[in-house]
């Protein structure tokens, strides 16, 4: 076994492996960027090497500053994760050329696989079943625009070099072709530094289903079942599931053993993923294989009980795998449900925060975290915006379905927009429930997910009102200058000559303003919000509401950031912040026809000049934060006055983009 490991990643994965090298006795180095230098990794690993700036490309991307990072620090082996180098077939050739195991498959077998075109001729060949589509060397637009054509519309657009959702693009029509081509082709040269594109026939409601692979290096191979990866966002999976819904012996034997035909084809060794496209017939198609561990692995390992990453060490030390395929056994169900610093009401956009509240659910043999940060921690415009993978395991899939809603809901984040109210809502919806999966189904159930129904502001209103009421008086207390405890400068309780104890508080919340008038009777408030009526009685300590309705009583977390609250309960969570007079809300157009950025980011290009004449809708330009694209649009017909920036300028969240004046015609 390898006494030094060094990881060629960030973030999760890092901690991941070093846990299960340090099981291992293996000793870890960590790399890192200037963006980086306190973040958990670094704190977890052995040694830890700085290898350059903030951006990806200047640090996690160079690979001559990794391998000399191993030979400082005498390492005998780079585990890359995924992402950033781990399918980096010239990167794995000169490991090898100068000593230092790569863990993973040789570059040849990455290579193969790398172009997306070369591994549908090589699937081909090996009688592996394919998505009709054009999988040609030719880029010329005009000839994809045809193949798209031929095809059938709808088609996708994938980068040859691609992975993880970037460079892809659906197109549902030839008028919406060219600019999803340049799009994409933007997106995968600026994420694998290579434009090629394919088109294939976009499949109507398949399921994205993938075969967890694994080969030594005496051509043993076995699969340790499947994942259903179906639900996801920008061609990014959200929910991950092992085993899938539905599966029967017949359908797994025979996706396996296509599987493995897939890795056989290229002389595979180490660890991989078979990803098809399943439809509701039974019919399934190769989409893609990737080589290296994927994002989703622990569900395999819940179901399982096995440690992928043990089995990628030993199997890199030339060793046999541990088990045959008829020794594989598979437990029960496991979820994965990635928790990520994004806008579910905004299109998924990736955002930036601090990390001030950051209070997980309790680990146990039911429940696992794989985190990449802690509470103070910073998520950086620079990287994947994941703040952890949330996995639970359980006897059946209600069962584990059960636990994944209860943890989901005991998860506390603050500072920074998350996806933990869409996860919930979604773990908790009827179709999912009821395993009705299929690539499209956030968009066919986004007024599900993503509408927040009247009767849920009915009953939170009032309780943010009071909390907040609580947390003012609570912080009048502490600052106030006097000690005596009946002074009257100690209550802050709307005290009026002759009138009822009233406050009025206006409460933004769901991206509306809200008026709540709270009147003080004795120990209980009437509370009027929404035009019903509540009384409550309760006190806040230690950040924990206690509350009571009618006799009802309860407690819930109150957290607070900078200004901003949220209120924990056990349906989901609120957030919300006062209101102040003469103050509004920030805008992606402000009153002077500014387009501002939603999000901090980089701007990619300009896709209008000034003095243009825009129609509603049209392009204006593409920002880049957090390896994704955001195309700025018109909201209405008018005339470009001013760019404030120019491609590759960095912006804050919220600055003025462009100046756009109504057309008077």
């Known amino acids: 076994m390898f006494k030094k490991i060094l990881i060629a990643n960030r973030g999760e994965i890092a901690c991941r492996i070093i846990k299960t090298a340090r099981r291992m006795g293996v000793s870890t180095v960590a790399v890192y960027s200037d963006a980086d230098r306190d973040a958990m990794h670094v704190k977890l690993a052995d040694e830890a090497i700085l290898i350059g700036a903030g951006p990806a490309r200047e640090s996690y991307l160079l690979g001559e500053k990794i391998l000399a990072a191993a030979k400082i620090t005498h390492a005998e ?3 890359p994760g995924y992402g950033f180098l781990s399918e980096n077939a010239d990167f794995a050739a ?4 100068q000593g230092v195991v790569f863990i993973g498959p040789c570059a040849a077998a990455i290579a193969s696989m790398g172009s997306k075109s070369a591994a549908k001729r090589i699937m081909e060949q090996a009688g592996v079943p394919l998505v009709p589509g054009y999988h040609g060397d030719a880029q010329d637009p005009a000839q994809l625009k045809s193949a798209a054509q031929a095809i059938g519309y709808p088609v996708i657009l994938k980068a040859t070099a691609g992975g993880g959702g970037k460079g892809m693009r659906q197109v549902w029509s030839e008028d919406g072709f060219d600019e999803a081509l340049a799009a994409a082709k933007r997106e995968s040269l600026a994420s694998f530094s290579d434009d090629k594109m394919l088109v294939e026939k976009y499949l109507i409601r398949p399921r994205h289903v993938e075969f967890q692979i694994f080969f030594d290096h005496m051509g043993h191979g076995i699969h340790l079942a499947e994942r259903d990866c179906s639900v996801q966002r920008r ?6 599931e092992a085993p899938a819904p539905g599966m029967t ?3 797994r034997q025979s996706m396996g053993e296509a599987a493995l035909t897939a890795a056989r084809a290229i002389d595979y060794r180490g660890a991989g993923t078979v990803e098809f496209l399943l439809q509701q017939d039974g019919s399934f198609y190769f989409m893609e294989m990737n080589t290296r561990l994927q994002v989703e692995h622990p569900v395999t390992e819940m179901i399982t009980g096995l440690d992928l990453v043990e089995w990628q060490l030993l199997v890199a030390c030339g060793e046999p795998l541990p088990l045959t395929q008829e020794a594989v056994q598979i437990r029960g169900h496991a979820f994965e449900a990635r928790v990520y610093a994004e806008d579910p009401d905004n299109d998924f956009l990736p955002v930036t925060g601090t990390l001030e509240v950051l209070l997980a659910p309790e680990e146990s043999r039911y429940i696992r975290l794989d985190a990449g940060v802690s509470q103070g921690d910073h998520i950086s415009m620079y990287y994947d915006p994941m703040i952890a993978k949330l996995i639970v395991w359980d006897e059946s899939r209600d069962r584990a379905l059960r636990r994944l809603g209860d943890a989901l809901s005991q998860y506390r984040i603050s500072g920074a927009v998350t996806n933990l109210d869409f996860l919930y809502k979604l773990s908790t919806c009827p179709p999912f429930e009821e395993a009705q999966l299929s690539t499209g189904f956030i968009d066919e159930h986004k007024n599900l997910l993503l509408y927040t129904h009247t009767r849920d502001l009915a009953r939170e209103l009032p309780l943010a009102a009071l909390s907040l009421l609580l947390h003012k008086r609570s912080l009048v207390r502490l600052t106030t200058s006097s000690l005596d405890p009946y002074s009257p400068w100690q209550d802050n309780n709307a005290w009026r000559l002759n009138e009822p ?4 508080i206006t409460l933004h919340c769901q991206q509306q303003d809200y008026t709540v008038e709270l ?3 004795g120990e209980q408030y009437r509370v009027q919000a929404l035009g019903h009526e509540t009384l409550l009685a309760g006190t806040l300590e230690d950040g924990t509401l206690y509350f009571e309705s009618a006799g009802h009583r309860r407690r819930v ?8 609250f949220t209120l924990y309960l056990p349906e989901g969570a609120c957030h919300f912040h006062e209101v102040f007079a003469d103050t509004g809300e920030t805008k992606s157009t402000d009153a002077d026809g500014k387009l501002c950025a939603p999000m901090n980011g980089k701007i990619v290009t300009l896709l209008a000049q000034v003095g243009d004449q825009i129609e509603t809708g049209a392009a204006l330009l593409v920002m880049e934060a957090m390896k994704m694209e955001h195309t700025i649009r018109a909201p209405y017909r008018g005339i470009v006055q001013t760019f404030h920036y120019k491609s590759g300028d960095l912006v804050d ?7 756009l004046a109504v057309s008077e015609e």
Do not use: M
Request: proline share 0%.
């Open 77 to 79: 082996a780079i585990h």
């Open 94 to 97: 000169t490991c090898a050329d």
């Open 235 to 240: 061609h990014q999976k959200i929910i991950e």
């Open 249 to 251: 012996d017949t359908l």
């Open 501 to 504: 104890h009233s406050h009025r």
């Open 519 to 521: 009147e003080q009777r």
């Open 557 to 564: 977390t109150l957290a607070h950031a900078r200004g901003s």
């Open 653 to 659: 969240g919220g600055a003025a983009l462009v100046d």
